[in-house]
Nanobody
Framework: QVQLEESGGGLVQAGGSLRLSCAASGRTFNLYAMGWFRQAPGKEREFVASVSRSGISTYYADSVKGRFTISRDNAKNTVLLQMNTLRPEDTAVYYC?????????????????????WGQGTQVTVSS
């Protein structure tokens, strides 16, 4: 099991930027792919971005492609989500997640069920 703690959320105007950080502890960080999800009020939790265990490969939801960048630092056991050109529809609680199991190669899981450990979430609010 891995413990995850997000930080970096807040209130920003449309067009602005935020950087979310997720600190991991409890198991060998570089063996597991990582992802970010978000959940807006009244909506289901949805995939945002994922990064392979090595950090070489990434995958994004269409809604954030070109605006968000996911990265990881295996030496520091952290995963980052740089969010640029934010829109009001990006408003949500953002969750960091660790893959449920080891995936070989540079696989980037996108399905919520592929993740087994979650952070407590951090609120991102984008005003228009």
């Amino acid at each position: 099991q891995v413990q995850l703690e997000e930080s970096g959320g807040g209130l920003v105007q449309a067009g602005g930027s935020l950087r979310l950080s997720c600190a991991a502890s409890g198991r060998t960080f570089n063996l597991y792919a990582m992802g970010w999800f978000r959940q807006a009020p009244g909506k289901e939790r949805e995939f945002v971005a994922s990064v392979s265990r090595s950090g070489i490969s990434t995958y994004y939801a269409d809604s954030v492609k070109g605006r968000f960048t996911i990265s990881r630092d295996n030496a520091k056991n952290t995963v980052l989500l740089q969010m640029n050109t934010l829109r009001p529809e990006d408003t949500a609680v953002y969750y960091c997640a660790a893959a449920r199991t080891y995936f070989s190669g540079n696989y980037c899981p996108v399905n919520l069920l592929e993740y087994g450990d979650w952070g407590q979430g951090t609120q991102v609010t984008v005003s228009s």
